[in-house]
Each structure stands twice: as structure tokens, then as C-alpha cells.
């Protein structure tokens, strides 16, 4: 059975840090990259960032230099460290894993596994 948990997310004011984590099982890990996708109220998903196996990653231009995508194979564990947050990074943050190699994001009818979401809430 697939899984993909989320944790870490809350309230924090703009400034403020959060680190999302994401433990996976139930697929093979060295087959997929790893993605945060987040939607906030009444807009589309957007792909945060992604992880490939081989730990190459990718970002979306709004948060580039401000979050960073890591993860512990060891593990099955995918993070999200979240720095100088602003209120137009609350949303309903998702994990989701897509099959291969990527050298750009996915789209979101692209990734094949998704996490059941968390909410990050940032307060000005």
C-alpha cells in the first residue's frame, strides 16, 4: 500500500520557518522523484520543488532561495525547509512522487502518488 505522510506543517508569521517532512513507503523510492505541489484557496496547484533519486533538484522561481528540498534515501524521507515565509506561501502543502528522471517540474496529471496534504498558514 502506498503512503505518503505529511508532517510539520502549522501557523507561522512572515519571517518565520517550517519544515514540512513526507515518509514515504510502499513503491520503489529509487524510481521515483520526490515533489512538493501546494494549492492555496480557490487557485490551481503549483509545484513547489523536486528531488530527484540522484538528489538534483528543481524549484518554481517564487520560492527559489527560500526553501530547499532535501531527503534521506536511508529513510524514505523527503523535507521541505521553508525560510523568510510570506502569506502568499499559505496553502495546503502536498508530497507527491513522479516515475523517472525529471529536468523540469511536473505537471500536476504527471505525478503518480500523492500525499493526503498539510496546511501551512503564514500570518503578516
Known amino acids: 500500500q502506498v503512503q505518503l505522510v505529511e508532517s510539520g506543517g502549522g501557523s507561522v508569521q512572515a519571517g518565520g520557518s517550517l519544515r514540512l517532512s513526507c515518509a514515504a513507503s510502499?513503491?520503489?523510492?529509487?524510481?521515483?522523484?520526490m515533489a512538493w505541489v501546494r494549492q492555496a484557496p480557490g487557485k490551481e496547484y503549483e509545484a513547489v520543488a523536486i528531488?530527484?533519486?540522484?538528489?538534483?533538484?528543481i524549484y518554481a522561481e517564487s520560492v527559489k532561495g527560500r526553501f530547499t528540498i532535501s531527503q534521506d534515501n536511508a529513510k524514505n524521507t523527503v523535507y521541505l525547509e521553508m525560510n523568510s515565509l510570506k502569506p502568499e506561501d499559505s496553502a495546503m502543502y502536498y508530497c507527491a512522487a513522479a516515475r523517472g528522471y525529471w529536468s523540469r517540474l511536473p505537471l500536476t496529471r504527471e505525478y503518480t502518488y500523492w500525499g493526503q496534504g498539510i496546511q501551512v498558514t503564514v500570518s503578516s
Open positions: 510502499g513503491f520503489p523510492r529509487n524510481l521515483y522523484a
Open positions: 528531488i530527484n533519486y540522484g538528489s538534483s533538484t
